[in-house]
Protein backbone atom coordinates (compact mmCIF):
# COMPACT_ATOMS: atom_id res chain seq x y z
CA UNK A 1 0.00 0.00 0.00
CA UNK A 2 2.16 2.78 -1.32
CA UNK A 3 1.88 6.38 -0.02
CA UNK A 4 2.95 9.34 -2.39
CA UNK A 5 3.21 12.56 -1.42
CA UNK A 6 4.50 15.49 -3.79
CA UNK A 7 4.49 18.93 -2.14
CA UNK A 8 5.90 21.91 -5.01
CA UNK A 9 6.01 25.65 -4.71
CA UNK A 10 4.07 25.45 -8.07
CA UNK A 11 0.61 26.76 -8.36
CA UNK A 12 -2.31 25.00 -8.96
CA UNK A 13 -2.54 26.12 -12.30
CA UNK A 14 1.23 25.44 -13.02
CA UNK A 15 0.48 21.86 -12.64
CA UNK A 16 -1.69 19.43 -14.87
CA UNK A 17 -4.72 19.54 -13.57
CA UNK A 18 -4.65 15.58 -13.47
CA UNK A 19 -1.77 15.21 -11.66
CA UNK A 20 -2.40 12.82 -9.31
CA UNK A 21 -4.45 10.39 -11.21
CA UNK A 22 -1.35 10.59 -13.43
CA UNK A 23 1.12 10.18 -10.67
CA UNK A 24 -1.21 6.81 -9.21
CA UNK A 25 -0.92 5.44 -11.95
CA UNK A 26 2.70 5.77 -12.42
CA UNK A 27 3.26 5.33 -8.79
CA UNK A 28 1.53 1.56 -9.74
CA UNK A 29 3.96 0.89 -12.35
CA UNK A 30 7.21 2.03 -11.12
CA UNK A 31 6.75 0.44 -7.58
CA UNK A 32 4.91 -2.93 -9.06
CA UNK A 33 1.72 -2.18 -7.17
CA UNK A 34 -2.23 -2.47 -7.93
CA UNK A 35 -3.35 1.10 -8.67
CA UNK A 36 -6.23 0.59 -6.49
CA UNK A 37 -3.99 0.34 -3.56
CA UNK A 38 -1.77 3.43 -4.40
CA UNK A 39 -2.32 6.66 -2.25
CA UNK A 40 -1.68 10.24 -3.55
CA UNK A 41 -1.83 13.59 -2.48
CA UNK A 42 -0.37 16.87 -4.38
CA UNK A 43 -0.41 19.76 -2.70
CA UNK A 44 0.49 22.79 -4.54
CA UNK A 45 1.58 26.73 -3.51
CA UNK A 46 4.31 25.47 -0.83
CA UNK A 47 6.88 27.53 0.84
CA UNK A 48 9.46 25.82 -0.24
CA UNK A 49 13.53 26.37 -0.71
CA UNK A 50 15.87 23.19 -2.26
CA UNK A 51 19.53 23.46 -2.31
CA UNK A 52 19.36 27.68 -1.17
CA UNK A 53 17.14 28.46 -3.86
CA UNK A 54 13.27 29.17 -3.96
CA UNK A 55 12.65 28.66 -7.60
CA UNK A 56 10.42 26.42 -9.01
CA UNK A 57 10.85 22.87 -7.30
CA UNK A 58 9.74 19.57 -6.14
CA UNK A 59 9.55 16.71 -3.39
CA UNK A 60 8.31 13.67 -3.55
CA UNK A 61 7.97 11.06 -0.45
CA UNK A 62 7.15 7.25 -1.95
CA UNK A 63 6.38 5.12 1.29
CA UNK A 64 6.29 1.77 1.16
CA UNK A 65 5.50 -1.82 2.50
CA UNK A 66 7.93 -3.94 0.79
CA UNK A 67 9.61 -2.20 -2.80
CA UNK A 68 11.54 0.98 -1.32
CA UNK A 69 13.80 -0.64 1.54
CA UNK A 70 17.18 -1.08 -0.72
CA UNK A 71 19.57 1.40 -2.64
CA UNK A 72 19.53 -1.06 -5.61
CA UNK A 73 15.15 -0.72 -5.70
CA UNK A 74 15.35 3.12 -5.18
CA UNK A 75 17.97 3.49 -7.49
CA UNK A 76 15.48 2.20 -10.28
CA UNK A 77 12.38 3.96 -8.83
CA UNK A 78 14.74 6.95 -8.41
CA UNK A 79 15.26 7.42 -12.23
CA UNK A 80 11.46 6.42 -13.24
CA UNK A 81 9.85 9.58 -10.84
CA UNK A 82 12.29 11.43 -12.06
CA UNK A 83 11.28 10.89 -15.49
CA UNK A 84 7.64 11.60 -14.34
CA UNK A 85 8.49 14.56 -12.48
CA UNK A 86 10.32 16.24 -15.45
CA UNK A 87 7.93 15.42 -17.55
CA UNK A 88 4.94 16.26 -15.92
CA UNK A 89 6.20 19.58 -13.85
CA UNK A 90 9.05 20.69 -16.48
CA UNK A 91 11.23 20.56 -13.72
CA UNK A 92 14.78 20.50 -14.22
CA UNK A 93 15.98 17.21 -12.40
CA UNK A 94 18.12 19.27 -9.80
CA UNK A 95 14.69 20.89 -8.46
CA UNK A 96 13.53 17.66 -7.46
CA UNK A 97 14.03 15.67 -4.43
CA UNK A 98 13.14 12.35 -3.70
CA UNK A 99 12.62 10.53 -0.22
CA UNK A 100 12.07 6.89 0.26
CA UNK A 101 10.46 5.50 3.31
CA UNK A 102 10.31 1.73 3.69
CA UNK A 103 6.89 0.79 5.73
CA UNK A 104 5.99 -2.18 8.03
CA UNK A 105 2.84 -3.61 7.92
CA UNK A 106 2.23 -2.54 11.39
CA UNK A 107 2.34 0.52 10.65
CA UNK A 108 -0.69 0.94 8.39
CA UNK A 109 -4.05 0.90 9.81
CA UNK A 110 -7.28 -0.24 7.74
CA UNK A 111 -10.11 -1.23 8.18
CA UNK A 112 -10.12 -0.76 11.97
CA UNK A 113 -6.58 -3.06 12.08
CA UNK A 114 -3.54 -3.01 10.55
CA UNK A 115 -1.84 -4.47 7.64
CA UNK A 116 -0.43 -6.82 9.52
CA UNK A 117 -3.79 -8.62 10.09
CA UNK A 118 -5.44 -8.19 6.54
Do not use: Y
Given at each position: ?112 TVMTFL
Amino acid sequence: MPFVELDTNLQQQEVPQDLAEKLCSATATILGKPRERVNVTVRTGVSMVVGGSSAPCTQLIISSIGVVGTAEQNKEHSAKFFNFLTEQLGLAQDRILLRFVPLEPWQIGKNGTVMTFL
